[in-house]
């Protein structure tokens, strides 16, 4: 049961040239590259690398000064086939089914499919026990995990998360990490910014490492933590990198 | 004494309330029946302007926004005599509407307390909804709110909050007295209400008979908070409102 009739792919995502400036600053420099379906892919770097901006350009809210962005399969940027799950997500004032549900309405889907569809990801993402609960009572891990099961709901292609579990104890982390790598198993392609190299190191496929605006690493896991070709990338790794 | 005087005066309002409300006096009755039917009126208007009028501004900039809000801060305390007295040169005879015969028929009522209650549901609800807006607004883009779906969330998100409004609203509807008094001209079984029987029956020396109604005006504002109250309180329950 999909939203949207899916055709061609969305992906890869391709990034030309792309700058981003914000006021007089330039946050975002010269990013090339491209995001293939496949593994999960984490986006690597400090506080204020430009994570969070990419992820939204990605994601189509915010609109690049410089450059291109686009998707193979033109339209995708409508939001049908990508979601995106934002540090601090805003729960609706409402229970935490009729928030699963939400952009199921948005989208117009009938009463039946939409009670199917909630029911299938209230089990997936493990929150049956709290269906009936308000959003807004829940813990922040728990919070986490409906947002991240709200964005899901659509059957997005590709699921757009910016630091998950940046305020979340360990276990708390370490369930959102496990829903994290169920929902990349099932096919959808996930991409996850972090600071966090534990993280990283457990979760991806594939690294963008950012730093100061500038995408200066795009390599297999497993090269990138055996030892990235960028200094600064190795310095971070070092937990050393200078500001 | 004056004490004595003072506690005389209320334990024979008090009886003469009870008494009133207890026979179903149908004078009082009317009076408070009228009361209430013409600010339930003025504020379901006031809430049809205001709330999309609070709405857009908060949410659609357009020129002259600023300018705007000022003048709808400031119409917030705008004293009912006065308009009153605007709406009274307008409805006259020789008024530009005067050829709609408004004046001194509860529509004019209506019209009045509308006017001093569009202020306060257009500014408190534009500041609740600007609030909820940015906290809101770049989710429901993310999740794919159009315009009119992301309104539709935000006066949903910020219901009780709204409601709260209206109540406020309607408190001011109630309470007024110089706006229905110039436009409705006090005339028994037309355009009486309580506020001006108050201060009709107080100048008459009628005292207990107006302490007795303004008894009742305090219960009513009591009983009609205390129902939104609970309402809200249920809602809470089932969705917390923080």
Known sequence: ?243 | MLADWAVNEFSEAIDTAWALIRSGDPVLVEIVARSLQVSLSAVFCAGLVGLPLGACLALQPFPGRQILLVVLNAAMGLPPVVVGLLLYLLLSRAGPFGFLGLLFSPTAMVLAQTLIVLPIVAALSRQILANLWEEYRESLQSLGASGWQALGTLLWEGRFRLLTVLMAGFGRAMAEVGAVLIVGGNIAHVTRVMTTTIALETSKGNLALALALGLILIVLALVVNGAVFLMQESGKQSVDDN
């Not at chain 1, 939001?79 to 089914?97: C, E, G, H, I, T």
């Not at chain 1, 909630?118 to 269906?131: P, R």
């Open chain 1, 1 to 243: 049961m999909t939203i949207d009739p899916k055709g061609q792919p969305a992906l890869p995502l391709v990034f030309q040239a792309v700058s981003l400036q914000i006021g007089s600053t330039k946050r975002l420099n010269d990013l090339d590259f491209k995001l293939v379906a496949g593994p999960l892919t984490v986006l690597l770097g400090p506080n204020g690398a430009g994570k969070t901006l990419l992820l939204k350009l990605c994601h189509g809210i915010l609109a690049p000064s410089n450059g291109r962005i686009f998707w193979q399969s033109p339209g995708t940027l409508a939001p049908n086939r990508q979601a995106m799950v934002f540090q601090r997500p805003v729960m609706l004032r409402r229970s935490v089914v009729a928030n699963i549900a939400y952009p199921l309405i948005l989208r117009g889907m009938s009463r039946a499919h939409r009670a199917t569809r909630v029911a299938a990801v209230l089990t997936q993402t493990g929150l049956g026990a709290l269906a009936r609960r308000a959003a807004r009572t829940l813990s922040a891990g728990e919070q986490q995990r409906l947002a991240i099961a709200r964005a899901w709901s659509i059957e997005p292609e590709i699921l757009f998360l910016d630091e998950p579990t940046a305020n979340l104890d360990p276990t708390a982390t370490h369930a959102i990490e496990d829903l994290i790598s169920e929902i990349a198993r099932g096919g959808t392609k996930v991409l996850l910014a972090t600071n966090d190299l534990g993280q990283a190191k457990r979760l991806a496929g594939e690294i963008l490492f950012l730093h100061r605006g500038r995408l200066l690493e795009q390599t297999s896991a497993q090269a990138f933590f055996d030892g990235p070709a960028d200094p600064a990338a190795r310095a971070f790794l070092r937990g050393e990198l200078p500001w």
